[in-house]
Each structure stands twice: as structure tokens, then as C-alpha cells.
């Protein structure tokens, strides 16, 4: 489909990055054209910079010109502007639209900040009480799904019947859990601590639509071990007193 307005829709994106895979799938989910712009995050667009002065971040959606930032925010807009659209991606109940931003919420509020921690952590100590926080994210999460497969009756998504805005959320990540273990060795979602997750990721990765945005996970791994090793490196040349 080519909605109405759809043709002056652009990207401007990072191939590894999972906030603009949310926006990618959502576009392709819907439907909607759109045209893909890589930027360098070395040495970024004059465009992406007028477009997003806060943060100097990808992505950025334009729509006739005009930017929309900030990945879940670009994924409702595109929810509104494009109703005609199917799938919605949020409930049409209120109380459902609060659960579904109250869980896209918390991937990025525990489970990506408890992720991170686990690369920035200074000590061993600190390291594993990160990985502890970070699966424990992946287990609410786990209960989550649950509650949405038994409320909705349907095996699946978060969204009940079909994929929405917390499968989105989740589903820019689904590249970063495939590429973690052969990168770090740590798993993030094990089919035998998590199997509705596990379950779930097969299915995100097998849409049509995440299919046509998801970046190699063999290039997403090699970039991780080279990061890994510069800075190991950098740890180990670095003075004492900064370590
Ligand atoms: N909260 C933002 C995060 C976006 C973000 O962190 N983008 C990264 C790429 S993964 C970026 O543009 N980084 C460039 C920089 O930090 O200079 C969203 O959801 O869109």
C-alpha cells in the first residue's frame, strides 16, 4: 500500500541501530513507503542535525519535511497519521494504550539501562549484578507475554492478536539478543528460562516486515568484538588512576 501522504516519508537511520528498526518494521508493517537515508554517526548529516538539535540522534522520521524524534514517539506518530493503516499498533481502549506505553517504557527504562550496565561495569561485582538485572528484566517481561497470550487467547505478541507497540519496543533488540552470545557469551533470552520469549523472538524475526529491515546478525557480531577489543585495549593502556 502506498497511503496517502506516505511518499514523503523519510529515515534517517544507522543499519545497527534497534531504535531505528522499530521505526522500519512499523513502516514496513503498515505498509507505508518510505525512502531509507544511512547516516554516519561519525560525521553526521547537516539534515539530521537541523532535524534533531536535542539529541543528534537516529532515527528521525521526516514527513513532508517535517522531523519526528525519538524512536516509540516516531512509532505513535506513525500510528496516528496513518490510521487508515493496518495494523494498529496501540489498543483502542485506554487503559490497554497505558500497559502497552508502561511496557515499551520499560524496555528501555530497565532492560536496556540494566544491559548496558553489564558492559560499563568497572568490577566483577558490578558486572554480575548487572547481569542479574538484566535477566530479571527479560522475566518480567516473560510474565508480561504471558498475561498478554492469556488475556487476548492468542499465542504470540504482546500487542494479543497480532504484533504492536511493545513488540516493537522489544523487537528492535531481537537483533542485539541473537548477536549477544556469540559476542559476549552472555544469553539473554534462553528458551529454557524464558520459552514464551524464546518462542516470541522466532516469531518477530520470521514477520515479513522485521525481515525486510533487520540488519546481518553476523556484521552486528563483528562489530560488537571489535568494540569489545578497543576497549579492553583502552582499559589496559589506561593511566591508574582513570581505570
Ligand atoms: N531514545 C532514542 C535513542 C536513539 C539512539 O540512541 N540512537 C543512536 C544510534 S543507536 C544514535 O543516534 N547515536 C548517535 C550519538 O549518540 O551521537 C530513541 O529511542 O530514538
Not at 549477544?180 to 533470552?189: K, Y
Not at 524475526?205 to 557480531?221: K, T
Amino acid at each position: 500500500m502506498d497511503a496517502a501522504g506516505a511518499r514523503e516519508l523519510k529515515v534517517l537511520g544507522a543499519w545497527a541501530s534497534p531504535f531505528v528498526l522499530r521505526v522500519r518494521v512499523a513502516l514496513h508493517l503498515k505498509g507505508l513507503d518510505y525512502e531509507y537515508v544511512e547516516e554516519d554517526l561519525t560525521n553526521k548529516s547537516e539534515l539530521l542535525l537541523a532535524s534533531n538539535p536535542v539529541h543528534e540522534k537516529v532515527p528521525v522520521l521526516l514527513h513532508a519535511g517535517k522531523p519526528v524524534c525519538e524512536s516509540m514517539l516516531i512509532v505513535e506518530y506513525l500510528d496516528e497519521a496513518f490510521a487508515g493503516a493496518s495494523p494498529p499498533l496501540l489498543p483502542a481502549d485506554p487503559h490497554g494504550r497505558a500497559a502497552a506505553r508502561f511496557w515499551a517504557a520499560y524496555v528501555d527504562g530497565e532492560l536496556l539501562s540494566s544491559w548496558l550496565a553489564i558492559h560499563a561495569a568497572g568490577t566483577e561485582d558490578d558486572k554480575a549484578a548487572a547481569v542479574a538485572r538484566t535477566l530479571a528484566a527479560v522475566d518480567a517481561l516473560e510474565g508480561a507475554l504471558a498475561d498478554a497470550e492469556q488475556r487476548s487467547g492468542c499465542e504470540g505478541w504482546f500487542g494479543g492478536e497480532g504484533v504492536g507497540f511493545v513488540d516493537l519496543a522489544l523487537g528492535g533488540f531481537v537483533p542485539a539478543i541473537q548477536a549477544s552470545e556469540p559476542t559476549t557469551g552472555l544469553r539473554i533470552v534462553d528458551p529454557a528460562r524464558t520459552p514464551r520469549l524464546a518462542a516470541w523472538v522466532d516469531r518477530f524475526r520470521a514477520l515479513h516486515a522485521a525481515r525486510a529491515a533487520m540488519p546481518p546478525i553476523d556484521r552486528l557480531v563483528e562489530m560488537g568484538k571489535k568494540r569489545l577489543t578497543e576497549a579492553h585495549a583502552a582499559a589496559a593502556g589506561a593511566p591508574e588512576a582513570s581505570k
